[in-house]
T-cell receptor
Framework: GIQVEQSPPDLILQEGANSTLRCNFSDSVNNLQWFHQNPWGQLINLFYIPSGTKQNGRLSATTVATERYSLLYISSSQTTDSGVYFC??????????FGQGTTLQVKP | DAGVIQSPRHEVTEMGQEVTLRCKPI?????LFWYRQTMMRGLELLIY????????DSGMPEDRFSAKMPNASFSTLKIQPSEPRDSAVYFC???????????FGSGTRLTVV
Protein backbone atom coordinates (compact mmCIF):
# COMPACT_ATOMS: atom_id res chain seq x y z
CA GLY A 1 0.00 0.00 0.00
CA ILE A 2 0.86 3.67 -0.16
CA GLN A 3 3.38 4.88 2.41
CA VAL A 4 3.13 8.38 3.84
CA GLU A 5 6.01 10.11 5.57
CA GLN A 6 5.75 13.48 7.27
CA SER A 7 8.53 15.74 8.44
CA PRO A 8 9.55 17.08 10.80
CA PRO A 9 7.89 14.96 13.51
CA ASP A 10 8.01 17.85 15.97
CA LEU A 11 8.31 21.60 15.57
CA ILE A 12 8.49 24.42 18.10
CA LEU A 13 7.99 27.98 16.90
CA GLN A 14 7.81 31.42 18.39
CA GLU A 15 4.59 33.25 17.66
CA GLY A 16 4.88 35.15 14.38
CA ALA A 17 7.32 32.73 12.75
CA ASN A 18 6.73 30.91 9.47
CA SER A 19 7.02 27.17 8.91
CA THR A 20 6.88 24.51 6.22
CA LEU A 21 5.63 20.98 6.82
CA ARG A 22 6.37 18.25 4.31
CA CYS A 23 4.53 15.10 3.23
CA ASN A 24 6.17 12.49 1.00
CA PHE A 25 4.21 9.60 -0.46
CA SER A 26 5.32 6.44 -2.19
CA ASP A 27 2.89 6.13 -5.11
CA SER A 28 0.64 8.18 -7.36
CA VAL A 29 -2.44 9.54 -5.58
CA ASN A 30 -5.91 10.72 -6.53
CA ASN A 31 -6.63 12.23 -3.16
CA LEU A 32 -4.51 14.25 -0.74
CA GLN A 33 -5.78 16.14 2.27
CA TRP A 34 -4.24 18.11 5.12
CA PHE A 35 -5.83 18.08 8.57
CA HIS A 36 -5.20 19.89 11.84
CA GLN A 37 -5.93 18.08 15.09
CA ASN A 38 -6.29 20.68 17.82
CA PRO A 39 -5.35 20.09 21.48
CA TRP A 40 -8.96 19.03 22.19
CA GLY A 41 -8.70 16.24 19.64
CA GLN A 42 -10.86 17.69 16.89
CA LEU A 43 -9.77 16.92 13.32
CA ILE A 44 -10.28 19.85 10.99
CA ASN A 45 -9.91 19.59 7.24
CA LEU A 46 -7.54 22.28 5.98
CA PHE A 47 -7.13 21.41 2.30
CA TYR A 48 -8.22 18.92 -0.30
CA ILE A 49 -5.25 19.19 -2.68
CA PRO A 50 -4.32 16.21 -4.89
CA SER A 51 -2.35 18.64 -7.08
CA GLY A 52 -1.61 22.34 -7.45
CA THR A 53 -1.63 25.15 -4.91
CA LYS A 54 -4.32 26.49 -2.61
CA GLN A 55 -4.39 29.25 -0.01
CA ASN A 56 -6.66 29.90 2.92
CA GLY A 57 -5.68 32.89 5.01
CA ARG A 58 -2.30 32.31 6.63
CA LEU A 59 -2.19 28.71 5.40
CA SER A 60 -1.31 27.50 1.96
CA ALA A 61 -0.52 24.12 0.46
CA THR A 62 1.21 22.86 -2.64
CA THR A 63 1.19 19.33 -4.03
CA VAL A 64 3.62 18.23 -6.74
CA ALA A 65 2.02 14.93 -7.66
CA THR A 66 4.69 13.96 -10.21
CA GLU A 67 7.38 14.21 -7.53
CA ARG A 68 5.17 12.67 -4.81
CA TYR A 69 5.24 15.35 -2.17
CA SER A 70 3.08 18.04 -0.64
CA LEU A 71 3.97 21.07 1.46
CA LEU A 72 1.91 22.95 4.01
CA TYR A 73 2.98 26.53 4.74
CA ILE A 74 1.99 28.33 7.91
CA SER A 75 2.79 32.04 7.98
CA SER A 76 2.77 34.37 10.98
CA SER A 77 2.02 31.46 13.31
CA GLN A 78 -0.30 31.94 16.27
CA THR A 79 -0.68 29.92 19.47
CA THR A 80 -3.99 28.61 18.13
CA ASP A 81 -2.05 26.88 15.32
CA SER A 82 -0.65 24.43 17.88
CA GLY A 83 -1.61 20.80 17.49
CA VAL A 84 -0.87 17.95 15.13
CA TYR A 85 -0.91 18.34 11.36
CA PHE A 86 -1.73 15.26 9.33
CA CYS A 87 -1.27 14.57 5.68
CA UNK A 88 -3.52 11.82 4.26
CA UNK A 89 -3.37 10.30 0.79
CA UNK A 90 -5.47 7.94 -1.28
CA UNK A 91 -4.90 6.04 -4.51
CA UNK A 92 -7.46 4.31 -6.73
CA UNK A 93 -9.68 3.38 -3.80
CA UNK A 94 -11.62 5.91 -1.77
CA UNK A 95 -9.75 5.38 1.46
CA UNK A 96 -7.20 7.77 2.92
CA UNK A 97 -3.98 6.65 4.55
CA PHE A 98 -2.75 9.01 7.24
CA GLY A 99 0.83 9.94 8.00
CA GLN A 100 2.11 9.97 11.55
CA GLY A 101 1.74 13.73 11.79
CA THR A 102 3.83 16.78 12.67
CA THR A 103 3.31 18.08 16.21
CA LEU A 104 3.52 21.86 16.23
CA GLN A 105 3.87 23.98 19.35
CA VAL A 106 3.66 27.74 18.96
CA LYS A 107 4.96 29.67 21.96
CA PRO A 108 3.70 33.15 22.85
CA ASP B 1 -25.54 21.85 8.91
CA ALA B 2 -24.54 20.45 12.31
CA GLY B 3 -21.61 18.54 10.87
CA VAL B 4 -20.87 14.87 11.53
CA ILE B 5 -22.43 13.86 14.83
CA GLN B 6 -21.03 11.02 16.92
CA SER B 7 -22.35 9.53 20.12
CA PRO B 8 -21.48 8.94 22.82
CA ARG B 9 -18.52 11.32 23.33
CA HIS B 10 -17.06 9.09 26.03
CA GLU B 11 -17.70 5.46 26.86
CA VAL B 12 -16.24 3.45 29.70
CA THR B 13 -17.12 -0.21 29.73
CA GLU B 14 -15.96 -3.45 31.26
CA MET B 15 -14.13 -6.09 29.30
CA GLY B 16 -16.54 -8.49 27.64
CA GLN B 17 -19.37 -6.00 27.26
CA GLU B 18 -20.89 -4.96 23.94
CA VAL B 19 -20.17 -1.43 22.78
CA THR B 20 -22.07 0.45 20.07
CA LEU B 21 -20.79 3.68 18.60
CA ARG B 22 -23.07 5.84 16.47
CA CYS B 23 -22.55 8.28 13.63
CA LYS B 24 -24.80 10.65 11.71
CA PRO B 25 -23.06 11.92 8.55
CA ILE B 26 -23.63 15.28 6.91
CA UNK B 27 -26.83 15.27 4.89
CA UNK B 28 -26.09 14.66 1.22
CA UNK B 29 -22.70 13.06 1.80
CA UNK B 30 -22.44 9.68 0.08
CA UNK B 31 -19.28 8.30 1.69
CA LEU B 32 -18.78 7.42 5.34
CA PHE B 33 -15.58 6.32 7.04
CA TRP B 34 -14.76 4.86 10.47
CA TYR B 35 -11.25 5.49 11.81
CA ARG B 36 -9.53 4.52 15.05
CA GLN B 37 -6.75 6.60 16.65
CA THR B 38 -4.21 5.30 19.14
CA MET B 39 -0.81 6.56 20.19
CA MET B 40 0.91 3.45 18.90
CA ARG B 41 -0.80 3.07 15.51
CA GLY B 42 -2.00 6.57 14.69
CA LEU B 43 -5.13 6.97 12.57
CA GLU B 44 -6.27 3.72 10.98
CA LEU B 45 -9.17 3.24 8.60
CA LEU B 46 -11.47 0.50 9.84
CA ILE B 47 -14.18 0.48 7.18
CA TYR B 48 -15.82 2.76 4.66
CA UNK B 49 -19.21 2.89 2.97
CA UNK B 50 -20.24 4.38 -0.33
CA UNK B 51 -23.98 4.94 -0.83
CA UNK B 52 -24.62 2.84 2.31
CA UNK B 53 -22.71 -0.15 0.90
CA UNK B 54 -19.53 -1.37 2.66
CA UNK B 55 -16.67 -0.99 0.17
CA UNK B 56 -13.58 -1.91 2.14
CA ASP B 57 -13.54 -3.49 5.60
CA SER B 58 -9.98 -4.76 5.45
CA GLY B 59 -9.04 -2.55 8.39
CA MET B 60 -11.53 -4.13 10.79
CA PRO B 61 -9.28 -5.79 13.38
CA GLU B 62 -11.21 -9.01 13.85
CA ASP B 63 -14.63 -10.59 13.96
CA ARG B 64 -15.44 -8.81 17.20
CA PHE B 65 -15.90 -5.62 15.16
CA SER B 66 -18.87 -5.03 12.89
CA ALA B 67 -20.29 -1.95 11.16
CA LYS B 68 -23.60 -1.19 9.53
CA MET B 69 -25.14 1.64 7.57
CA PRO B 70 -28.87 0.92 7.35
CA ASN B 71 -29.61 4.27 5.68
CA ALA B 72 -27.88 7.40 4.42
CA SER B 73 -28.17 9.21 7.75
CA PHE B 74 -26.96 6.64 10.26
CA SER B 75 -24.11 4.22 10.87
CA THR B 76 -23.01 2.08 13.80
CA LEU B 77 -19.76 0.45 14.82
CA LYS B 78 -20.17 -2.41 17.23
CA ILE B 79 -17.57 -4.24 19.31
CA GLN B 80 -18.65 -7.51 20.90
CA PRO B 81 -17.05 -8.58 23.18
CA SER B 82 -14.87 -5.57 24.00
CA GLU B 83 -11.28 -5.93 25.20
CA PRO B 84 -8.89 -3.46 26.88
CA ARG B 85 -6.82 -3.22 23.67
CA ASP B 86 -9.86 -1.73 21.93
CA SER B 87 -9.41 1.42 24.03
CA ALA B 88 -8.94 4.28 21.55
CA VAL B 89 -10.66 7.28 20.03
CA TYR B 90 -13.03 6.26 17.25
CA PHE B 91 -13.77 8.82 14.57
CA CYS B 92 -16.44 8.88 11.94
CA UNK B 93 -16.02 11.02 8.83
CA UNK B 94 -18.16 11.72 5.80
CA UNK B 95 -17.57 13.21 2.37
CA UNK B 96 -19.58 14.16 -0.67
CA UNK B 97 -17.97 11.30 -2.60
CA UNK B 98 -14.87 9.16 -2.47
CA UNK B 99 -12.53 11.85 -3.82
CA UNK B 100 -13.70 14.86 -1.88
CA UNK B 101 -12.64 16.45 1.39
CA UNK B 102 -13.53 14.63 4.59
CA UNK B 103 -15.41 16.13 7.53
CA PHE B 104 -14.72 14.39 10.82
CA GLY B 105 -16.96 14.06 13.83
CA SER B 106 -15.73 14.87 17.32
CA GLY B 107 -14.91 11.25 18.05
CA THR B 108 -15.84 8.75 20.75
CA ARG B 109 -13.23 8.06 23.40
CA LEU B 110 -13.63 4.41 24.37
CA THR B 111 -12.05 2.99 27.51
CA VAL B 112 -12.38 -0.73 28.18
CA VAL B 113 -11.37 -1.73 31.72
Amino acid sequence: GIQVEQSPPDLILQEGANSTLRCNFSDSVNNLQWFHQNPWGQLINLFYIPSGTKQNGRLSATTVATERYSLLYISSSQTTDSGVYFCAVGGNTGKLIFGQGTTLQVKP
Amino acid sequence: DAGVIQSPRHEVTEMGQEVTLRCKPISGHNSLFWYRQTMMRGLELLIYFNNNVPIDDSGMPEDRFSAKMPNASFSTLKIQPSEPRDSAVYFCASSLAEYYGYTFGSGTRLTVV
